[in-house]
């Protein structure tokens, strides 16, 4: 089934933060913010056991469990399997080390094997408070996580989590499953297979207005062939494109903040946010079922709304492809 047939509206609401990503943020905050997401009329939450070690999906569950279960499209991943047992030293997160110093303390288990993506689900559907996932995605088998161990990784998945999640969307147990990650290799890998496609992709960080010159080389291209579909997940390229000071979920460096620099100047001539030129660029791709950028404070998800149905002259998108601050091969909302 297709992505754009299962998601209810273009914004869904990443839950990364609630994890306590950067920062602890308390629970009335939380509650407070995905409320306003549910005024705000978003209808697709996606979440993970990695974000604070379950506390994202804990959190979450505990607003959505007041709403109706048939009014909202859910996605969580697999990958990681939370321990009761407290994590003993640092964690090893890869390229994203301290990210979630402010989650739960326990032990995660990062493991793609069959037996471990069914735990997860049960362990998910339980922290969540429902009975039922709509999509699965298969989280980080990919090299900022694993280094050269990726692939090792990516074949834990391919036999163990890809099967039993295939399967689960044959029986209608889910609607759907993909990869949700941070690089475009494990999906163009998947894609190439000769085996049950995913029905779609969560790809973070790697088709947004900062980065997506890699991503329209091939994975786009092999995507619009085969009628997949994709989740835009972290449009904002982890809050530098929002005023925030983080790009790859670490400090912006100097060559980031100067285009920032560059691409606001252009905005500001034309009168345009840049939330709305980074969100509709993001959805601007015929791939593009829905981007879901993450929050924390209710006014964000004003922003976003705003952001999405913010009318952006087409002088923008014109200016912006003749400055070179976007590839040639990215469609623009305008068609240009």
């Not at 974000?51 to 804990?58: I, K, N, R």
């Not at 037996?115 to 039922?132: H, K, M, P, V, W």
């Not at 709509?134 to 099967?163: M, N, P, S, Y």
């Not at 029986?171 to 995913?198: C, F, H, M, S, Y």
């Amino acid at each position: 089934m297709s992505l754009k047939d299962i998601l209810p509206g273009r914004l869904g609401f990443g839950t990364a933060p609630l994890g306590n990503m950067f920062r602890a943020i308390p629970d009335e905050e939380v509650t407070a913010t995905v409320e306003a997401a549910w005024d705000q009329g978003v209808r697709y939450y996606d979440t993970a056991p990695f974000y604070g070690a379950g506390l994202a999906e804990s959190r979450l569950g505990d607003v959505l469990s007041t709403k109706p279960r048939d009014a909202y499209v859910l996605s969580t991943k697999v990958g990681r399997v939370v321990l009761d047992e407290p994590e003993e030293g640092a964690r090893d997160l890869g390229e994203k080390g301290g990210l979630f110093e402010h989650g739960n303390p326990n032990k995660m288990l990062h493991v793609w094997t069959a037996d471990a993506t069914e735990r997860s689900i049960e362990d998910s559907l339980r922290r969540l408070g429902t009975d039922r996932l709509d999509i699965v995605w298969v989280h980080d088998i990919a090299q900022d996580f694993h280094g050269d161990q990726w692939l090792r990784k990516f074949e834990e998945a391919r036999t163990g989590a890809f099967r039993v999640l295939s399967r689960l969307r044959d029986e209608g147990v889910i609607k759907a499953w993909g990869l949700g990650v941070n690089r475009t290799e494990p999906i163009e890998l998947t894609l190439a297979l000769d085996e049950p496609q995913p029905d779609g992709f969560l790809l973070a960080g790697r088709y947004t207005l900062l980065d997506h010159e890699h991503a329209l080389q091939r994975l786009l291209p092999m995507a619009l062939e085969q009628d997949v579909d994709m989740v835009v997940g972290g449009p904002y390229s982890s809050g530098v494109l929002a005023g925030g000071a983080h790009f790859e979920y670490q400090q912006a460096p100097p060559e980031i903040v100067e285009k920032v620099s560059r691409l606001k100047a252009l905005a500001g001539r034309h009168g345009v946010s840049i939330k709305a030129a980074a969100l509709q660029f993001s959805l601007a791709h015929p791939v593009a079922a829905a981007a879901v950028p993450g929050a924390t404070r209710p006014s964000r998800i004003a922003e976003d709304t705003a952001a999405l149905d913010e009318t952006v002259p087409a002088a923008f998108w014109h200016e912006l492809r003749g400055a070179g601050l976007v590839s040639p091969a990215a469609p623009l909302p305008d068609g240009a």
